[in-house]
């Protein structure tokens, strides 16, 4: 069989089969990229035992409200000493596992009246000299809802601690220290993405 005759037969035992398998990625795409994690119940009851005002910092309130999917949190932070007042958000555990995916992702309003950054961590045990967590930050202006999202192994953008999503211990929201009232309404907080097994996955 010359290199002609090869070609030929490749092709015809390969387009039948083409079809199948595009029809299976097509239904593995979309099941993949919709898995996810709620890592809180904002309606589920005694949801505030696992809700901690950051390092018992002062200036920090936070109310279970209606939100656009359910039942939301609205954290307001009030000027004063803090420099970076917010909450965390504790597992019903020791630790969440999320080895199964990529990133953690809260959506968020900015219910104030300015510009306002809100930063979510993402946490493990470990020495605070270290930096023991990956974090991001996203900037909205007031009435406007947006997804801010920590990719594990990134922080800022940038490679950050090499994460261990199988024992995260918290996740924070907090915002900046600045000399008017901050308040945000969150309306979800879960994993997701897939894990690459990389020590700094692509965002």
């Known amino acids: 069989m010359d290199r002609r005759q090869f070609d030929q037969s490749c092709r015809r035992r390969l387009v039948p089969a083409m079809p199948l398998a595009l029809a299976c990625l097509a239904l593995l795409g979309p099941r993949a990229s919709a898995q996810s994690k709620p890592l809180i119940d904002f309606g589920a009851a005694g949801v505030e035992s696992r809700i901690k005002v950051n390092d018992g910092q002062l200036g920090v309130e936070y109310k279970v409200v ?15 000493q803090s420099a970076y007042p917010g909450i965390a958000l504790m597992p019903e555990g020791k630790v969440w596992d999320l080895s199964a995916f990529g990133h953690v992702e809260a959506q968020v309003v900015n219910t ?4 306002s950054g809100l930063s979510l961590r993402v946490d493990n045990e470990g020495d605070s000299q ?7 930050t996203t900037w909205l202006k007031p009435g406007q809802a947006a997804t801010v999202r920590v990719y594990f192994g990134y922080s800022w953008g940038k490679p950050g601690y090499a994460l261990d999503p199988a024992t995260v211990s918290r996740v924070l929201l907090f915002v900046g220290k600045t000399d008017r009232v901050q308040s945000y309404r969150i309306d979800s907080v879960v994993a997701g993405g897939q894990q690459h097994g990389r020590r700094h996955p692509v965002p």
């Open 66 to 80: 209606a939100g656009s999917k359910g039942k939301a949190l609205e954290l307001t932070c009030e000027p004063g």
């Open 112 to 115: 104030g009246e300015g510009n």
């Open 130 to 136: 270290a930096n023991p967590w990956n974090g991001e």
